[in-house]
Every structure is written in structure tokens, then in C-alpha cells.
């Protein structure tokens, strides 16, 4: 008779780091990928955690829950390697769920400052993250974390928005104006960074090279993979992905939707795309599951999670 740890609960059970093993998808504790719970970073190579902030949204809220819907749903694909990766990127990488990032929902004003701090810890071990959110503006702290450690990074950002608007020095909580203080912090060289996917009007774009929904559709992901690692070179990679670069009818559960984006598939083809840049930070964001249905907007999360892990693999363990 098996053991009941080898087939349930792997998120408290497991004794390795590293491996798949098939477990219940309709049971069991839901950490990311049935990784094991824990804040011991000691050989660890990505910490998944989640932000589960969603105050600075100027439509909808909801993706505080995005953390938890990404882990519940990507249970459904934990039993077997990531398709069509080559190589299960958790033989190779010890992954962790760190769990979530604590901050005083009364106190908004320091949750900025929470953040960073959260992701600094993590960094000062040495341990790469993959962030869930929460709303974008999670990003804003996070690239101010990453850019400490490594420099003024590329930023490749997948959105139906620019998120560049100018609210002059206020750097207010905002979802729409956080790339907008990273490009004039230095956060961000836009010289080396590229959008895809915005169907929203921005009038200036901050240098950024930008290839709308309109030019995506127009182009084959391939060609698209090839301009986006073009722009980008070897320079340090920061990836962040606002759900709502997909279409409404494979994203509705996110707050602020716009119609005419990508398909999963085209999301998905494009990451793998990307295969040998030389990403150091990444975050999947915006996510809402109270206006989601049959859990495929968690579901694209997730996915879109695990093409980053294996992009991470693929530069840094092959």
C-alpha cells in the first residue's frame, strides 16, 4: 500500500525540492505547482509568492485573489511536465512556494515599502522570484528591488496598457503610472525594453519600443519572439506579464479588459519564443477571479508562469 505522503499534500510533504509527482488535482494543499510551503531559501533557485494587492486598480478589484486562484489552478497541470518544454524545469531548479507577501491593508501608504522589502529578502538569498499578483502596480517596488541588485534592467511587459502615464512626482499608487517612475528612476532602460500587445492610445512611450495588438496579429509569433530578443540582447531581463494583454474571451477575469488581444496560444508561443534571454525576475499580474469563469483566466496564469520557469531553466541550469 503506498505511503499517503508520497500522493497527497506535497506542498507539506515532499522531501525533495526538485521533481514532479502526480497527486490528486481535486485534493490536496494548492501551493504553485505542489511545490513544498516554506521561507527557508538555503539552495533554493526561484521563490513563487504572491502580492495579493489590489488598491491601486482603477476599474474593477479583485486580484488580491489572483495568488490564489494561479496556485489552485495550476494544480490541473502539476502531474506531468510542462508541454513542450523538452525538460521538466523542476529537475533541474529547486522551487519553492514562499507564500504571500504581508502588508496592513490600513496602512496603504506603506505597502510600497512592504513590497520591496519582501523581494529583497528573497534576493539577498540569491533566489530568483516569480511574482503573482495582485494588480500591476506590484511591479513598481519589485523592479526597484531587482534594479538594486542587478542595474537598470530590460523590461519586457505584456499588457493591453502602457502603464507610462505621467502623474508628475506624486508616484501615486497607481496600476497605469508605475513604468512611467521606473523609466525616470533608471529602474528601466527603455532603449533596451519592449511592449507588446497594448490596444490602448499613449501618446508618448518613453523610448520604449512597442509592438501593438494590431502589429501581434499582423506577425507570426516566431517573427514576434525574434524582434522582442533583438531589443532586449543579453542584458539583464525583467518579464512581466498584465493578463489583460489577452483578449477578453480568454481573460475575463481581470479588472480593467480590453477587446482585440492576444489568444493564450499566441501568449504562450511567444514566451517560448524567448528561450536564452537572460531573465532575473518575473511576475504574472492582474488576474480577478471574481469576474472569471471556469477558472481560465487562473488557468492562463498559470500557464504563462510556468513557460517563465521554464525560460529561467533554459538560461540559467541547461
Not at 488580491?64 to 494544480?75: H, K
Not at 512611467?180 to 519600443?209: C, K, W
Not at 532575473?280 to 498559470?302: F, K, N, Q, R, S
Amino acid at each position: 500500500m503506498l505511503n499517503d505522503n508520497s500522493i497527497i499534500d506535497q506542498a507539506m510533504t515532499r522531501d525533495s525540492l526538485y521533481g514532479t509527482e502526480g497527486e490528486p488535482t481535486y485534493g490536496g494543499i494548492t501551493s504553485f505547482m505542489r511545490r513544498r510551503y516554506t521561507r527557508d531559501l538555503r539552495g533554493v533557485d526561484i521563490a513563487i509568492s504572491g502580492i495579493p494587492f489590489d488598491t491601486a486598480t482603477s476599474n474593477r478589484p479583485g486580484s488580491r485573489f489572483g495568488p490564489r486562484a494561479i496556485r489552485e489552478a495550476s494544480v490541473q497541470s502539476a502531474w506531468a511536465r510542462h508541454w513542450p518544454w523538452e525538460f521538466d524545469p523542476f529537475d533541474l531548479l529547486a522551487c519553492v512556494d514562499y507564500g504571500d507577501c504581508y502588508f496592513d491593508y490600513g496602512t496603504p501608504e506603506q505597502t510600497p515599502a512592504a513590497i520591496r522589502a519582501h523581494a529583497e529578502r528573497i534576493l539577498a538569498a540569491g533566489t530568483a522570484m516569480l511574482t503573482l499578483g495582485g494588480d500591476h502596480f506590484i511591479s513598481y517596488p519589485l523592479l526597484q528591488a531587482h534594479a538594486a541588485k542587478y542595474g537598470p534592467l530590460s523590461l519586457i511587459h505584456f499588457d493591453a496598457h502602457h502603464d507610462l502615464e505621467s502623474d508628475g512626482e506624486d508616484k501615486r499608487i497607481d496600476h497605469g503610472s508605475m513604468f512611467y517612475h521606473a523609466v525616470r528612476e533608471g529602474l528601466v532602460d527603455p532603449a533596451r525594453s519592449i511592449q507588446i500587445g497594448q490596444r490602448t492610445t499613449n501618446d508618448d512611450v518613453m523610448g520604449f519600443q512597442v509592438l501593438n495588438a494590431s502589429e501581434v496579429h499582423d506577425r507570426s509569433t516566431k517573427e514576434l519572439a525574434e524582434i522582442i530578443r533583438a531589443r532586449v540582447g543579453d542584458h539583464p531581463v525583467y518579464l512581466t506579464f498584465d493578463i489583460d494583454c489577452l483578449d477578453p474571451a480568454f481573460a475575463p477575469g481581470t479588472g480593467t479588459p480590453v477587446c482585440g488581444g492576444l489568444s493564450s496560444h499566441q501568449a504562450l508561443a511567444i514566451l517560448r519564443g524567448l528561450r536564452g534571454i537572460n531573465l532575473i525576475g518575473m511576475d504574472v499580474v492582474e488576474v480577478a477571479p471574481p469576474y472569471d469563469h471556469a477558472e481560465i483566466t487562473a488557468l492562463a496564469g498559470a500557464a504563462l508562469a510556468m513557460e517563465m520557469i521554464c525560460l529561467y531553466a533554459a538560461r540559467h541550469k541547461l
